[in-house]
């Protein structure tokens, strides 16, 4: 029961906004051109849609959250408005908050702690904190929500079910991408969910800047930490975005916090490739000696070498104006699907270094526009943002966030430029663009070159050469052939059905059977030259392995 009263809930909450979407682009759903919309009437959907959200709880606000910095996905202005969503939701009572931690210590409490605040000082989508004392030292203690898991799990499997359709009625890029996101996030909140992982995380991140002077996480107490309980040290400081005082005092220094913060990201994503994945002003403090202490390890994502290796392969790319460079790097990072040709992409490609040329030398607010374009042109090219991107954007929008909160006059692009030239040697050493490395590759590169020539050679003498045309070529031929044997199918079937009707008829003197042979008759007609064609295509093939009831893992 609680399964389909859910379900209705969400279905009558999103429907409208559903319908509201495909009538943008068709006007009846499956034919027509779009209906055109002012800029007021996307605002005023867009605020809908968030106050929406809202009301159906903590799954659907940490979804909207991710999809906030999902350009590729929405235009403005629903990106900001779904981005005020926060991720507060009324306390649990503290009666089922202490039986979550007898049942996971396996004692009450008050025998476990020597104080222990029924009043929790935050309360998040999936946990909750409290305040304690634990020998003689203030402690935070992390508690997962008492039937938290089912209700994430319940949700995850509504919206796979509501995506299985999508993406068999309206394939396209943007229903591919948002299916990758709900099931990426269906695998990062079950780490987020299991206390014992975050603990982990902050023991690496710990033992990795264990140099740093300027840079901390919080003490974990391991022996009393479980699946559901993680016990923290309390940390004092102030919130990077109330740190006025200290900056017009002198106290701190503005630059000096920002170049901290901002190392400390480079380092995560283009060094360590291990990055704080949910950046956001209230889980970053601030010391009176100027160290950042990082909170909330519960959502990570590593990133691979080879991943680090390409983005900044791309990066000088653009750089040198390299058109096949950059188209390059968006294949390799997963950001064109495989049907779609070089050619077509190639526009993107030279939009996008457009941008970022007249990014140079510009204020601030030309940067803000800039972005926009930006964000634009990837919702409106078939480009898939890869999730490290994602998080790319997300600590790069944060930065520059908070850099222009204390100066009007603060130009993110050109401040990360000169945080990037004092880990330019790290950065070259750990994605393989050291001197000597870029010689071997070239080096390897020369030879697999040779040997690749020397087959072309050989395969010419034998004459074997052969010269195949782009897939996507040949999917469209036999997708046109395929489409019309369907369709020709059908209308063999329609004429049968309404032929042997007239004979039924002519046999039984029926008018029901003769009325209900011809409706039928009729669809099948209205099917052949009414509808559109990727609905004659076999469906499942755009689902893309997402089934109803996709279970939660």
Not at 378 to 404: C, D, H, K, N, S
Request: with cysteine; proline share 4%.
């Amino acid at each position: 029961m609680r399964r389909w009263g859910r379900t209705v809930r969400v279905f009558l909450a999103l429907f409208p906004f559903v319908v509201a979407f495909l009538r943008d682009r068709r006007r009846w759903i499956l034919i027509g051109r779009g209906i055109p919309r002012t800029a007021d009437h996307h605002q005023r959907r867009a605020e809908r849609l968030t106050r929406r959200i809202a009301g159906l709880g903590p799954t659907f606000i940490k979804l909207a959250q991710i999809f906030s910095s999902r350009a590729d996905i929405f235009p403005e202005p629903y990106l900001t408005e779904i981005g005020t969503l926060q991720d507060q939701v009324p306390a649990d009572p503290a009666e089922a908050i202490l039986a979550v931690i007898q049942s996971e210590l396996g004692k009450p409490a008050d025998d476990v702690f020597e104080d222990f605040q029924r009043e929790p000082l935050a309360a998040a989508s999936l946990g909750q904190v409290h305040r304690a004392r634990l020998g003689g030292q203030e402690v935070v203690v992390k508690v997962l929500r008492p039937d938290v898991e089912e209700t994430v799990a319940l949700d995850l499997d509504i919206s796979f079910r509501i995506l299985f359709w999508l993406n068999l009625l309206f394939p396209n890029h943007h229903v591919r991408a948002l299916t990758g996101v709900v099931r990426e996030f269906s695998h990062k909140v079950r780490e987020e969910m299991d206390f014992r992982r975050e603990a982990q995380n902050i023991q690496h991140v710990q033992q990795t800047y264990r140099t740093l002077r300027k840079i901390r996480t919080p003490r974990v107490y391991g022996e009393h930490t479980r699946r559901r309980v993680l016990v923290m040290e309390y940390c004092r400081g102030t919130k990077i975005d109330r740190l006025q005082e200290h900056f017009r005092s002198g106290r701190l220094s503005f630059r000096d916090t920002m170049e901290t913060l901002t190392s400390v990201y480079l380092r995560m994503m283009m060094v360590d490739g291990f990055l704080h994945a949910d950046p956001h002003p209230g889980n970053i403090l601030v010391e009176d000696d100027g160290t950042v202490i990082l909170l909330d390890w519960g959502m990570v994502v590593e990133i691979p070498r080879w991943t680090r290796e390409t983005i900044l392969n791309v990066a000088l790319a653009v750089g040198r104006e390299d058109l096949d460079g950059i188209i390059n790097g968006m294949y390799q990072l997963g950001m064109i699907s495989p049907e779609v040709s070089r050619g077509e992409i190639r526009e993107a490609a030279i939009e996008i270094m457009r941008i970022v040329d007249r990014a140079q030398g510009t204020g601030r607010e030309r940067v803000q526009e800039l972005v926009q374009e930006l964000f634009d042109t990837f919702y409106t090219w078939p480009l898939i943002l890869p999730q490290e991107l994602v998080y790319f954007f997300r600590a790069a929008v944060l930065l520059e966030g908070i850099g222009f909160k204390y100066d009007e006059r603060f130009n993110g692009l050109h401040f990360i430029r000169g945080v990037v030239g004092k880990f330019r040697s790290e950065i070259l050493r750990t994605t393989g663009r050291e001197p000597a490395a870029v010689a071997k590759n070239v080096l390897d590169e020369a030879q697999t070159t040779l040997r690749s020539l020397r087959d072309l050679v050989g395969r010419a003498e034998r004459e074997e050469l052969r010269v195949r045309v782009h897939p996507r070529d040949i999917q469209q031929q036999e997708r046109f052939l395929h489409l019309q044997a369907r369709r020709i199918l059908l209308s063999i079937f329609a004429t049968a059905t309404a032929v042997i009707t007239s004979i039924l008829f002519i046999s039984v003197r029926s008018w029901w059977l003769l009325a209900g042979g011809l409706l039928a008759s009729l669809f099948l007609f209205v099917l052949v030259f009414f509808l559109p064609t990727h609905l004659l295509e076999n469906p499942l093939r755009h689902a893309r392995g997402i089934r109803p009831g996709e279970p939660f893992r």
